[in-house]
């Protein structure tokens, strides 16, 4: 083995390297499995701590019909959660749970009228 390593350092270490990211993104990858999975992550009852990508994942939605329909802004770096958004226009989160809401009835009952 450290005959392989000193004749061919660099195919090595490309080879270690390549080896971690397989499996950093392979773990990354059944972790996420594994929790969208849970029965207990899905369709949950809107949050101010979630963001519009979560609530879409939850709920099965694409988080970009999300944001539209609910009037939310689009994401620009790192996602805003409820609270954020609230804050940042000045009305109680309160207010943008039930704007959420109301589009989470109104995508699931156009996804129901187009099956």
């Known amino acids: 083995m450290t005959g392989v390593l000193r004749r061919h350092p660099v195919l ?19 972790a996420r499995a594994v929790y969208w999975s849970n029965p207990a992550h899905l ?20 988080p970009r019909a999300l944001v539209a ?25 309160g207010t943008v749970i039930a704007e959420v809401e109301a589009a989470l009835l109104r995508l699931r009952a156009q996804g129901a009228a187009d099956q």
């Open 12 to 30: 090595t270490t490309a080879f270690a390297l390549a080896l971690g990211l397989t499996l950093f993104f392979a773990g990354q990858f059944i």
């Open 43 to 62: 369709e949950q009852q809107v949050q101010p701590w979630m963001t519009a990508g979560y609530i879409g994942r939850s709920w099965g939605l694409d």
């Open 69 to 93: 329909e609910a009037g939310l802004p689009p994401r620009d770096g790192r996602p805003l959660t409820l609270d954020q958004i609230a804050e940042a226009r000045g009305v109680p989160v």
